[in-house]
């Protein structure tokens, strides 16, 4: 079985400095796909990034990026230069390989809640 | 539409009353998701429907939650006798292929409030 864990319940930045959030996982497939979602005081959830189990490079989009050890199962998020409209809930979500029966239900972390200081 | 659209968006029900909430997913997407999320917790996955297959039902917390999908499209989750437990926000999700590197898209939610 799939498995996310996020162990930062909530994390302060200050504004313009850069904030890592952890997140590991747990499977037995070879083939999977990471994803972190934003979800603002609004409710949304809002796609950020995704990495798949066979990239060899590290993904990033614009002040996103994920630092991918697949040795140590961990998909951890950067957000460079911190804008005060990065306050939101994080969440860490993996998918498996779809030929596996419910292999590739998304599956999500606890969450964790950022907070940009000024 | 444009993107996963949900109904109602609020609804209050008395505690014993059924309700019913609705997904209409992004066309042509063949994966659709329930999800349950508490007030500041995290997405408690309930349902899972890919293509024609049988739908993963392994998260529906009891037998008062079902959910259905008609035509590879409209989703609707149905939940019997509802308990004050089950006020939440309901956030459905659908994608592409259901293959491991296409993101979900999700809708804005139903908040459920069981008084």
């Known amino acids: 079985a799939q498995k996310i864990t996020q162990t930062q319940p909530g994390m302060f930045v200050q504004e313009k400095e850069a904030v890592t959030l952890d997140c590991t996982y747990d499977t037995s497939d070879p083939s999977y796909g990471l994803f972190w979602y934003k979800q603002p005081s609004s409710g949304e959830m809002i796609f950020l990034i995704y990495?798949?189990?066979?990239?060899?490079q590290n993904a990033t989009e614009g002040r996103y990026s994920l630092n991918f050890q697949k040795a140590r199962k961990s998909a951890n998020l950067v957000i460079s230069a911190s804008q005060l409209g990065d306050s939101a809930m994080y969440f860490c979500a993996m998918r498996g390989p779809p030929w596996r029966e419910y292999g590739n239900k998304l599956v999500f972390g606890a969450g964790t809640i950022l907070r940009v200081k000024s | 539409g444009a993107g996963v659209s949900q109904s109602p968006s609020n609804k209050v029900t008395e505690k014993g009353k059924d309700v019913e909430l609705r997904c209409d997913p992004i066309?042509?997407?063949?994966?659709l998701y329930w999800y349950r999320q508490s007030l500041g917790q995290g997405l408690e996955f309930l349902i899972y429907?890919?293509?024609?297959?049988?739908?993963?039902k392994s998260g529906l917390p009891s037998d008062r939650f079902s959910a259905e999908r008609t035509g590879g499209s409209v989703s609707t989750l149905t939940i019997q006798r509802t308990q004050q437990e089950d006020s939440a926000v309901y956030l459905c999700?659908?994608?592409?292929?259901?293959?491991?590197?296409?993101?979900?898209?999700f809708g804005q939610g139903t908040r459920l409030t069981v008084v």
């Open positions: 990495q798949g189990s066979y990239d060899q």
């Open positions: 999700a659908s994608s592409n292929h259901g293959a491991s590197n296409t993101e979900a898209f």
């Open positions: 066309s042509g997407h063949t994966a």
């Open positions: 429907f890919q293509g024609n297959s049988a739908p993963d």
